[in-house]
């Protein structure tokens, strides 16, 4: 009687590792979902205060293909609510409140994703930002986020293995993006993925902030025309020296992060960014307009 205890013990174990076989889940296999929560900061000196920017930030991967420059691409669209508050200089921002928070941003267009041999394009890069075949040790200007990696292995999520790749800022897992932005490159200060939902099933959500935490379900949504192809108005990426930005709106402002969130330089986007005294290194890059609404935002690598 122990005996065959015993083998239906192992013979259950075996169904389950049947089960949950490693394999490559394409990410843009189906319409997707990915909730993220921001915090950043921007120092005043002058004011002995600190200026800490809460943003939810909730992208949707559509499911039709989008024909962008000869080749076929999934559309992102992103909606988001902001909102800011002070502190001391030498205090740290405190933690967001994750209370649901009704859009203050029309939803619109962020970005065209294509995916090629596991690998991610976004549709102004000439390069992946995601490759799934990295290997250990991958670090080069042109890898994208998968930088550094440190180890890698798999997890189960969303009934498979996934591989996990641990890099010396993120961790990415394939089909979902990393764990502190999914597939925006928004990883600005304290950042995390809270949620991310594939053809209707919940395949990640972090302890803290359930699926649905960061804004109401149901709530409508002002769609701004998703078939234009958003135009890419800030060259070269990766830069040397300047960056040039074309067609902003007037009076808009232009600030630069660093890799941990920090306001490195803040101008007037007007044609030309002077940026001669970054270090080489992945930034962020955020335009404004006049009223202080977030209207672009994009990763720049300088090289």
Known sequence: MRNLLYLLILSAAAFKAEAQQYQYVPTT???AMWQVISVYTEDDSAKFSRKCTQVNWQFTMHGADTLVNGKYYKMITSREYSDYYFTLLNQECPLPDVKP?????????YTFIREDNKALYDWHLGYPYFDFNAGIGTNSPNSGYMQNVAAIDTIAMGGVLRRRFITQYDTIIEGIGT????????ALGKSRLTCFESNGQIIYQDPYTPCGALFPKGTPTDVAD???????IIYPNPFTDNIRINHAPDGAIAGIYNSIGQLVTRQSASNMIETTSLPSGMYFIILKSADGNTIYT????KQ
């Open 298 to 301: 994009q990763k720049l690598l």
């Open 226 to 232: 998703a078939s234009a192809v958003p135009e890419a």
């Open 179 to 186: 764990l502190r932005g999914g597939l925006a490159p928004i």
């Open 101 to 109: 928070k009704v859009a203050n941003h029309p939803e619109s267009v």
């Open 29 to 31: 296999a189906y319409p």
